[in-house]
């Protein structure tokens, strides 16, 4: 696994050129599934889904920040790259019993040993916090770099406009979109 640490990454603020994106990830509804499934099946999948999330995010050239209870925090050079990552990852988390959401932003960040702080890494937390069900949600600015790359394998995705949306601590309503998953 790769840290943040690495070549052309250090500590201190992100420059105005140094941009990531930072990739929330979530199991939907884990309480529930680990009532269901009880402590020690639920480190079982756990385990499993985060050596899944492992693998794709050195695929997509990533770094895993933390985890955290069921939850990954992923850093990619690119929006496309975390897009890439977050769709394969719902596509295919682990085990089957597990349904994904994942919030996408993208900004500059403040790096400090292996880790990542700022506005960004906030709003990208508000992003996913937004999100009920299994669904890949990005900012408006992650949307852009999307748009304005213009990859092929992006360009027959299915999104949806998400108007007026309050993130927690931010003033103002925000537009976000969904890619429909699959």
């Known amino acids: 696994m790769r840290r943040l640490t690495v070549r052309g990454l250090s500590n201190g603020p992100a420059t105005s050129g140094s941009l990531l994106a930072i990739v929330f990830t979530d199991v939907v509804d884990s309480t529930a599934l680990g009532e269901r499934m009880r402590d020690e099946r639920m ?97 408006g600015r992650a949307k852009a770099d999307i748009d304005a790359l213009g990859a092929r394998r992006h360009e027959d995705l299915h999104w949806r406009q998400h108007d007026k949306v309050e993130l927690k601590g931010f003033s103002g309503q925000f537009t976000l979109w969904s890619v429909a998953l699959g």
């Open 43 to 139: 480190y079982e999948l756990r385990q499993a889904h985060f050596s899944q999330s492992r693998k794709l995010t050195a695929q997509y050239k990533g770094y895993e920040i933390r985890t955290i209870g069921d939850s990954v925090m992923a850093a990619f050079r690119s929006a496309a790259a975390a897009l890439d990552y977050a769709r394969a990852l719902c596509a295919d988390p682990g085990p089957p019993e597990l349904r994904l959401r994942a919030g996408i932003h993208i900004g500059p960040l403040q790096i400090e040993e292996g880790d990542v702080f700022g506005r960004t890494v906030n709003f990208a937390a508000r992003v996913v916090g937004a999100i009920k069900g299994a669904e890949i949600w990005l900012s």
